[in-house]
């Protein structure tokens, strides 16, 4: 009964290349987000999507690309994946702008 | 925009005393405070929240209390066992107006309970 899950939970892979990070949520929420946690652990907000629509878009490289297909899911699509973009990604959800419940976040790896 | 801030950024307790992190945030429109933990290797967990509307909540051995008008909250974990030790992040939000939800977190206090 996972609430927020993504896949994969690891993903290490070579500079240059392009991944996707997978998110679902089945709590019924109508809002989604990627927030990317540094080595230092400090969480920062990258995009969120309220019904499919994009309504946050922080300052991130546009090599970043989100796409939710549906309410219930909230993809990341990185191209020309760099060194600085190793970290733990994390996909919350929420109805409207109410409490936000994480998934267990994806560790991404760039050699 | 909003910027938090939260300290200490460790601390060690024994068993059974209490735990106190405090944050201080800027904007003053800021009106939703939530405190998550994190368990190592696990995403961030909602543990309690006050709105600004509120000065003081608790939650069994955890409470938070927010101070408007000095523009600071704080978490309060009594009788600490070792299952308490995570990192802790507060985090501020214009919850319910044009900011859709935006968290702006916190630093993050390791917590560490010794038995």
């Known amino acids: 009964d996972t609430a927020v899950s993504q896949t994969p939970k690891y993903l290490v892979t070579q500079m240059g290349n392009d991944k996707s990070i997978k998110c679902e949520q089945n709590l019924g929420h109508d809002t989604m987000y990627w927030y990317k946690q540094d080595s230092k652990k400090f969480l920062k907000i990258m995009f969120s999507?309220?019904?499919?629509?994009?309504?946050i878009n922080e300052t991130v490289p546009n090599r970043f690309s989100p796409k939710s297909p549906d309410k219930a899911h909230l993809n990341l699509h990185i191209n020309s994946l760099e060194l600085g973009d190793s970290a733990v990604y994390f996909c919350?959800?929420?109805?409207?702008?109410?409490?936000?419940?994480f998934g267990p976040g994806t560790r991404l790896t760039v050699l | 925009g909003e910027n938090v801030e939260q300290h200490p950024s460790t601390l060690s307790v024994q068993e059974g005393d209490s735990a106190v992190i405090k944050c201080t945030y800027s904007?003053?429109?800021?009106?939703?405070f939530p405190w998550y933990k994190q368990e190592l290797g696990k995403g961030p967990q909602l543990i309690i929240d006050?709105?600004?509307?509120?000065g003081e909540k608790k939650d069994q051995r955890i409470a938070v209390t927010l101070n408007k008008t000095a523009k600071h909250f704080s978490l309060h974990i009594t009788e600490t066992q070792p299952e308490d030790s995570a990192v802790y992040f507060c985090?501020?939000?214009?919850?319910?107006?044009?900011?859709?939800?935006?968290?702006?977190f916190g630093a993050g206090t390791q917590v560490v309970v010794t038995p």
């Open positions: 919350a959800s929420s109805q409207e702008r109410d409490e936000q419940f």
């Open positions: 904007d003053s429109a800021s009106n939703y």
């Open positions: 985090a501020a939000s214009r919850r319910r107006t044009d900011s859709w939800g935006k968290l702006q």
């Open positions: 006050i709105r600004s509307n509120v």
């Open positions: 999507y309220n019904n499919k629509e994009l309504i």
